[in-house]
C-alpha cells in the first residue's frame, strides 16, 4: 500500500467514536519505541481479575512508549521509579498487594536510542498510580499531559505525584489531539481512576495502536469484561471498555495492553521501534 492511499484511508476514518479529527496529509509521526518500565508482581491476581485465581499470584508487564514525532517527542508513562533498580528485592506497595522491580531505568534506555529526559517534549500519563507516574520527575522541562479530572484526584491523595517543582502541567478535560494532525489522540477513559486516560496512535506502517493504560490490566480481562476491585467506578470503566471497543473497531487498530505479560512478550523493545 503507498502512503498517499494509507493517508487517504486514514483521513476517512477521521470520525472516531466521541470525538472528531482531522488529519492532515502532513502527518508527522515517525516511530514509537516501546520501553521496558518495570516488572510487577501481584500476591493475588483476584484483585484484578475478580473471581479468577484467589490467591495466585500473577506478574505483570509495565511498558512505557516514546513517539517520535516532526514537533517533538512524547513520553507515554514513566513506569516504576528507577531507583528500584538498584533495589535487590524490589519495592513493596499497595500494602503489600504488589512489589515493583525493575531491571533496566527509564534513563538508560532513553540513552540507548539516544534520546535524554530534556530532549522530552510532552510527558502524558494514562493515570497516576506509582508504576506509570514514578519517573515523572526527571523531566522537569517537559509539558505533563494530565485529566483535570486526574490531577484534582492525585493531588487529594496521601501519596502525590512527584512532580518536578517548575514543571508545565496542562490539564484536559476529555480528549486532546497533541500534534494537532490527528496521529496520537489522548482519549477519556475513566474508570480505573477518576481521570483516566488511553492513547490512540496512528503509525504511517503499522497502523493505528490504542495503548490500554490501565482501562484494562489483561486479555482475558478485556474479553470478559471484568473491572478490578480498586476502580474507582465500576460503571465508568465497562463505559470506557465499550467507547475503546468502538474505537478499535473504527480505526482497525490493535490493542496493547499495558499489563499483559504474554502480549508483552511478544513486542519489540527499544532500541528496535515500530513505524
Known sequence: MTRRLRIALFGALAVMAGTAVALRADGGIERLYILDCGQNMG?????????????????????????RHAKGLLLWDTGVPDAVAAMPDGM?????????????????????????????????????????????????ASTILIQNAEYDWAMSQPVKPAFAAMQKIQKLAGDHDVFGDGSVVILSTPGHTPGHESLLVLLPRTGALVLSGDAVHFRDNWEQRRVPSMNVSRDQTLASLQRLAAVLDERKAQLWINHDKQQSAGLRYAPAYYE
Not at 493475588?44 to 508487564?61: K, L, Y
Request: proline share 7%; hydrophobic share 40%.
Open 43 to 67: 500476591k493475588d491476581q483476584a484483585r484484578w481479575s475478580p473471581g479468577v485465581n484467589e490467591g495466585q499470584p500473577i506478574e505483570f508487564s509495565d511498558n512505557c512508549y516514546l513517539i
Open 92 to 140: 513493596v506497595v499497595a500494602n503489600g498487594a504488589m512489589i515493583y522491580r525493575r531491571p533496566k531505568t527509564l534513563v538508560a534506555q532513553l540513552a540507548e536510542i539516544g534520546v535524554k529526559p530534556s530532549d522530552v517534549s510532552y510527558v502524558a500519563v494514562s493515570h497516576t498510580h506509582g508504576d506509570h507516574v514514578g519517573n515523572i520527575a526527571l523531566f522537569p
